[in-house]
């Protein structure tokens, strides 16, 4: 069994910080890509950025302001999120590509989700 933790998230005013984890635990052999996703009220779920297990990042465009980071042997990734917008209030979600103990192949998991409201 795989699980996906996240952890950072709150309330913070237009323009403050504020850097997400997500932390995997269980029979873990491998972690491939990780990521952030958002979902706003009445959104779909977006992606906000991934990275690969070498470090390779990519983002959607409208996030420059956040960076995406992990560490491997900690099996965690984080997301820093720097100058805050209203707009970036959502619901985050960390998602990975886990090879579980027993598997030939990844499976996707996903974290709980952690709130993060910006006000204005």
């Known amino acids: 069994q795989v699980q996906l933790v996240e952890s950072g998230g709150g309330l913070v005013q237009a323009g403050g910080s504020l850097r997400l984890s997500c932390a995997a635990s269980?029979?873990?052999?491998?972690?491939?890509?990780m990521g952030w996703y958002r979902q706003a009220p009445g959104k779909q779920r977006e992606l906000v950025a991934t990275?690969?297990?070498?470090?390779?990042t990519n983002y959607v465009d409208s996030v420059g302001r956040f960076t995406i980071s992990r560490d491997n042997a900690k099996k965690m990734v984080y997301l820093q999120m720097n100058s805050l917008k209203p707009e970036d209030t959502a619901v985050y979600y960390c998602?990975?590509?886990?090879?579980?103990?027993?598997?030939?192949?990844?499976?996707?998991?996903w974290g709980q989700g952690t709130q993060v409201t910006v006000s204005s």
């Open positions: 990275i690969t297990s070498g470090g390779r």
């Open positions: 269980g029979s873990i052999v491998r972690i491939d890509n």
């Open positions: 998602n990975a590509d886990v090879v579980g103990l027993g598997y030939l192949y990844a499976h996707d998991y």
